[in-house]
């Protein structure tokens, strides 16, 4: 079987963007594009070189149709999706923003992506991967996707790979705060990289300064923990080293959906091409820029040579 850098696990999404501003009732234009957290990294990494597989079930119809054939035409590795006879693909509806976050509506409810279960997980083919990268999505969608992330994420591990894991809280799919913290934390410590974003970091532990929440995770057995701090960076701490990695100047912010993604993306990659995780952490920092800059929740995201050049032209960041 063919080796893969990333693998990923997860629920991809027909979205619908309102071509104009106005409560989604009102609009009568939409576009469609993919959504999904996962296939969104998936999609990051393979822009840049990187060899990466998404994992999931779709339904049988349009929108599962139109998912599959999204990431085949982005070189995303698929050979690990299945199709539900019975359940449907979910949706969602984005309103268009000028800048800030977006109004967001799902149907996801009983898709087909949240039937994945443990009795679906092909050995072979995560085992051909040197990394996991999960979401903390997996873990709300129902008691069949969560089963599943902690079998995923005990096989890897089990088989000496590394695991990356991003909470990515989605509130509205849990039925309590205190579960959604409790069942996170637990899956978050048994990962290798933690990368919370500064308030989903005040949130899981109580602490508000990087440093506390980074002790946290450090002290349960993580190695890396890096929080994304918006337009200020992100800041990594480790068992032997800590520090801030300045971001990016963005002149006009479009849509803050995908950047905590395409920071993952930048991340990932540049560990998997052996960087240093200073040097790993400012493409991921620059990812995030460009991906706030674009109204989809991916289109930002560069190929190598893009960032490349981004990088060079943007080499001070914001102090």
């Keep these: 079987m063919k080796k893969l850098d990333v693998i990923t696990f997860g629920e991809a999404m027909a979205m619908f963007m309102a071509n104009e501003q106005g409560p989604l009732h009102e609009i009568n234009g939409f576009t469609k594009e993919l959504a999904g957290a996962e296939t969104n990294v998936a999609i990051g990494l393979a822009r840049l070189g990187v060899q990466s597989a998404w994992v999931s079930k779709v339904g049988r119809d349009p929108f599962g149709t139109f998912i599959m054939n999204r990431l085949q035409e982005e070189n995303v590795n698929i050979d690990g999706v299945l199709y539900d006879e019975h359940h449907s693909t979910g949706f969602q509806m984005k309103s268009k923003v000028t800048e800030g976050d977006p109004d967001v509506?799902?149907?996801?409810?009983?898709?087909?992506?949240?039937?994945l279960n443990i009795g679906d997980f092909h050995h072979t083919y995560f085992n051909s991967a040197a990394h996991l990268h999960m979401t903390g999505i997996p873990l709300a969608l129902s008691q069949e996707t969560r089963e599943f992330a902690q079998y995923a994420l005990t096989f890897m591990k089990k088989a000496q790979k590394t695991v990356s894991f991003d909470p990515n809280l989605r509130p509205s799919l849990w039925s309590s705060q205190e579960e959604m913290i409790k069942v996170t934390n637990e899956t978050a410590k048994q990962a290798n990289y933690v990368l919370p974003g500064i308030h989903e970091g005040e949130l899981l532990t109580g602490y508000k300064q990087p440093e506390d929440i980074a002790s946290y995770y450090l002290d349960s057995g993580v190695e890396v923990v890096v929080i994304k701090l918006g337009e200020q960076?992100?800041?990594?701490?480790?068992?032997?080293?800590?520090?801030?990695?300045?971001?990016?100047?963005?002149?006009?912010?479009?849509?803050?959906?995908?950047?905590?993604?395409?920071?993952?993306?930048?991340?990932?990659?540049?560990?998997?091409?052996?960087?240093?995780?200073?040097?790993?952490?400012?493409?991921?920092?620059?990812?995030?820029a460009l991906a706030v800059g674009t109204k989809g929740d991916n289109d930002g995201y560069p190929t190598e040579k893009e960032l490349q050049s981004y990088l060079q032209s943007h080499a001070q960041g914001v102090k």
Aim: hydrophobic share 35%; glycine share 16%.
């Design 105 to 115: 509506f799902y149907f996801r409810k009983n898709s087909a992506a949240s039937h």
């Design 233 to 288: 960076g992100a800041y990594f701490k480790t068992s032997y080293e800590e520090g801030t990695v300045a971001g990016f100047e963005v002149p006009h912010v479009v849509d803050t959906v995908g950047a905590g993604d395409g920071f993952a993306c930048g991340l990932l990659s540049g560990l998997v091409k052996g960087k240093s995780i200073w040097d790993s952490i400012r493409r991921g920092n620059a990812i995030g």
